[in-house]
């Protein structure tokens, strides 16, 4: 395949720099017939197509290896390209499948692509630090491996945040991605490059990771559907990481899809390869690799019951959350399920707790990283770190810190437990409804408050995003007389421009508790079917 069939025209280029949403229409305009048809389709019904043999797995690379760089040079995406071994590996694949009649997993022929934080054999890992590039790695992370044997192909790894530390994406490598959607927002962080790429279907499926919302944010102004587990479900078995050795508020791998049908392929896919027999850190949950996915939603609304969440008292979102909010909330009481109003205990330590703890060696990681190359902080997170480390915490103010997190988790338990009590089902809330962040997408430099997708990891709890429409200025008006509940949300809420906001996706989050992740499936499948019922009504959007 000649390099320039990858390369896009300087007039497209320069079309897409001005052009507010490049997914859909724009980038599929760009793509022949059969690679436009075969990238658009669901990655359940790829992987149907190349087991039937309508597709081979090489064919299918090749489109997205095609799709891939463009999604790149019109989103500045993409740290990493893979497509020599990916097309060695698609005709393996394709052998096999003619020698054996079968597939060799059941991902067969489907290109992935993950956040530049994995190592894959022969490829860089940068991490958005300049002083890594070009730096020998010679392992390959666990999920690549588990991946390849279930027979999905990886392809790229994608852009993320210098350090990870920040909630959009910038680093001194590339440069500052915007969202395909809306570029007049980011696409969020750290996990940004893989949300614009998978909404740009630049891969089947992908992974980021996440220790404060950074495959939430993400996967949320993208309009994907992601699951970010509990830490002990998804192995992180040599995966490179910022402060590798903090251990309390560990980070995770979580699922970025385009379809709740193939994340939950993905998740089911990857737990048959029985990881805890190569990691330590993995739960054995071989009890739950035949749970039937469906199984909740079987039982009917008076055997499910959902909290509600519509803000934390401290930051009220914007009207496209509240409206995706309530959206949810009709869908579900129309299919007769209850809800209970969700006030649980305050929010406000876990962002305190978060920070003491992923910077309890004072930055000096960070520091260390930087210090190869000499490379400034971007300008985003200057100030947050200042020109050197500073001092580590000490070991006693650990312990206690430490304590203090075991205390508020056992409340939050005892709080969930207690609305037993409030449950139409006499039995505690199955998951919470509420917004994965104050806003769909954020206008650059105006992310004010990380509470809603920071708390889920001080927790360790497991959180879906679902995505349920798009921002709309005519429906989604400022509200001029709104008062804030203090001066971070009067900031957050004069950042709301209706104009700017225009067409970006509106998300909501599904909480569930530690170690949910089946169940939260299964719950997801409830809300789906309900919102796609809701949305075959005249005039769904004005509620």
Same mark, same amino acid.
């Given at each position: 395949?000649?390099?320039?069939?990858?390369?896009?025209?300087?007039? &497209? $280029?320069?079309?897409?720099?001005?052009?507010?949403?490049?997914? !859909?229409?724009?980038?599929?305009?760009?793509?022949?017939? %059969?690679? =436009?048809?075969?990238?658009? @389709?669901?990655?359940?019904?790829?992987?149907?197509?190349?087991?039937?043999?309508?597709?081979?797995?090489?064919?299918?690379?090749?489109?997205?290896?095609?799709?891939?760089?463009?999604?790149?040079?019109?989103?500045?995406?993409?740290?990493?390209?893979?497509?020599?071994?990916?097309?060695?590996?698609?005709?393996?694949?394709?052998?096999?499948?003619?020698?054996?009649?079968?597939?060799?997993?059941? $991902?067969?022929?489907?290109?992935?692509?993950?956040? #530049?934080?994995?190592?894959?054999?022969?490829?860089?890992?940068?991490?958005?630090?300049?002083?890594?590039?070009?730096?020998?790695?010679?392992? %390959?992370?666990? $999920?690549?491996?588990?991946?390849?044997?279930?027979?999905?192909?990886?392809?790229?790894?994608?852009?993320?945040?210098?350090?990870?530390?920040?909630?959009?994406?910038?680093?001194?490598?590339?440069?500052?991605?915007?969202?395909?959607?809306?570029?007049?927002?980011?696409?969020?962080?750290?996990?940004?490059?893989?949300?614009?790429?998978?909404?740009?279907?630049?891969?089947?499926?992908?992974?980021?990771?996440?220790?404060?919302?950074? &495959?939430?944010?993400?996967?949320?102004?993208?309009?994907?559907?992601? $699951?970010? +587990?509990?830490?002990?479900?998804?192995?992180?078995?040599?995966?490179?990481?910022?402060?590798?050795?903090?251990?309390?508020?560990?980070?995770?791998?979580?699922?970025?899809?385009?379809?709740?049908?193939? @994340?939950?392929?993905?998740?089911?896919?990857?737990?048959?390869?029985?990881?805890?027999?190569?990691?330590?850190?993995?739960? #054995?949950?071989?009890?739950?690799?035949?749970?039937?996915?469906?199984?909740?939603?079987?039982?009917?609304?008076?055997?499910?019951?959902?909290?509600?969440?519509?803000?934390?008292?401290?930051?009220?979102?914007?009207?496209?959350?509240?409206?995706?909010?309530?959206?949810?909330?009709?869908?579900?009481?129309?299919? !007769?399920?209850?809800?209970?109003?969700?006030?649980?205990?305050?929010? =406000?330590?876990?962002?305190?707790?978060?920070?003491?703890?992923?910077?309890?060696?004072?930055?000096?990681?960070?520091?260390?990283?930087?210090? @190869?190359?000499?490379?400034?902080?971007?300008? %985003?997170?200057?100030?947050?770190?200042?020109?050197? +480390?500073?001092?580590?915490?000490?070991?006693?103010?650990?312990?206690?810190?430490?304590?203090?997190?075991?205390?508020?988790?056992?409340?939050?338990?005892?709080? /969930?437990?207690?609305?037993?009590?409030?449950?139409?089902?006499?039995?505690?809330?199955?998951?919470?409804?509420?917004?994965?962040?104050?806003?769909?997408?954020?206008? +650059? !430099?105006?992310?004010?408050?990380?509470?809603?997708?920071?708390?889920?990891?001080?927790?360790?709890?497991?959180?879906?995003?679902?995505?349920?429409?798009?921002? #709309?200025?005519?429906?989604?008006?400022?509200?001029?007389?709104?008062?804030?509940?203090?001066?971070?949300?009067?900031?957050?809420?004069?950042?709301?421009?209706?104009?700017?906001?225009?067409?970006?996706?509106?998300?909501?989050?599904?909480?569930?508790?530690?170690?949910?992740?089946?169940?939260?499936?299964?719950?997801?499948?409830?809300?789906?079917?309900?919102?796609?019922?809701?949305?075959?009504?005249?005039? /769904? %959007?004005?509620?």
């Amino acid at each position: 395949m000649a390099r320039n069939y990858w390369l896009l025209p300087t007039d &497209v $280029l320069t079309r897409a720099e001005n052009t507010p949403k490049l997914v !859909g229409d724009f980038i599929e305009s760009l793509l022949d017939p %059969e690679t =436009r048809e075969i990238t658009a @389709l669901d990655p359940v019904d790829i992987l149907a197509r190349v087991r039937e043999g309508t597709y081979t797995a090489v064919k299918v690379t090749t489109a997205f290896c095609k799709r891939a760089p463009y999604a790149h040079q019109l989103n500045n995406n993409v740290l990493e390209f893979i497509f020599e071994a990916a097309l060695e590996q698609a005709k393996e694949l394709d052998q096999y499948l003619e020698q054996h009649n079968e597939t060799a997993g059941p $991902l067969h022929g489907l290109p992935v692509s993950m956040k #530049n934080q994995f190592h894959v054999n022969s490829v860089n890992t940068s991490m958005g630090y300049v002083g890594w590039i070009n730096k020998e790695r010679p392992v %390959e992370s666990l $999920l690549v491996k588990e991946l390849k044997s279930l027979g999905a192909i990886p392809i790229a790894k994608t852009t993320c945040v210098q350090t990870l530390f920040f909630g959009e994406t910038n680093n001194n490598i590339l440069g500052y991605t915007k969202n395909p959607f809306n570029q007049a927002l980011s696409t969020g962080g750290s996990s940004g490059g893989e949300g614009a790429f998978q909404a740009l279907r630049g891969s089947g499926i992908g992974f980021g990771t996440d220790i404060g919302g950074s &495959v939430i944010m993400p996967s949320a102004f993208a309009g994907l559907y992601s $699951l970010k +587990p509990s830490h002990g479900r998804i192995s992180y078995k040599d995966v490179a990481n910022s402060v590798p050795g903090q251990p309390v508020i560990p980070s995770v791998i979580g699922i970025m899809a385009i379809s709740l049908p193939s @994340l939950r392929l993905m998740f089911k896919s990857l737990q048959s390869t029985k990881p805890w027999l190569d990691d330590p850190e993995v739960i #054995n949950f071989s009890s739950r690799l035949e749970t039937e996915p469906n199984s909740i939603a079987l039982e009917g609304s008076d055997k499910v019951s959902f909290g509600l969440y519509e803000n934390d008292g401290m930051v009220v979102p914007h009207p496209p959350i509240q409206r995706a909010l309530r959206i949810v909330q009709k869908a579900l009481d129309l299919k !007769g399920y209850k809800f209970v109003t969700w006030d649980p205990p305050s929010h =406000r330590e876990a962002a305190t707790m978060h920070s003491f703890f992923l910077r309890a060696d004072g930055n000096a990681d960070v520091f260390e990283q930087i210090n @190869l190359s000499g490379e400034p902080f971007i300008p %985003e997170i200057q100030a947050q770190f200042g020109e050197k +480390p500073k001092p580590p915490a000490l070991l006693l103010d650990f312990y206690k810190q430490y304590l203090h997190l075991k205390e508020c988790r056992e409340k939050y338990q005892a709080y /969930w437990n207690s609305t037993a009590t409030k449950s139409s089902t006499g039995l505690p809330v199955d998951a919470v409804i509420l917004p994965a962040s104050p806003h769909a997408g954020v206008i +650059p !430099g105006k992310y004010y408050h990380y509470l809603y997708s920071n708390f889920p990891n001080v927790l360790d709890y497991t959180t879906m995003v679902i995505p349920v429409t798009n921002a #709309n200025k005519t429906i989604d008006i400022f509200d001029k007389d709104y008062k804030p509940l203090n001066d971070v949300d009067k900031k957050n809420w004069l950042a709301y421009d209706p104009e700017k906001y225009n067409g970006a996706p509106a998300s909501f989050q599904l909480l569930g508790r530690r170690l949910d992740e089946e169940k939260l499936i299964s719950l997801a499948t409830i809300i789906v079917e309900a919102l796609e019922e809701y949305k075959k009504q005249d005039g /769904w %959007e004005n509620v």
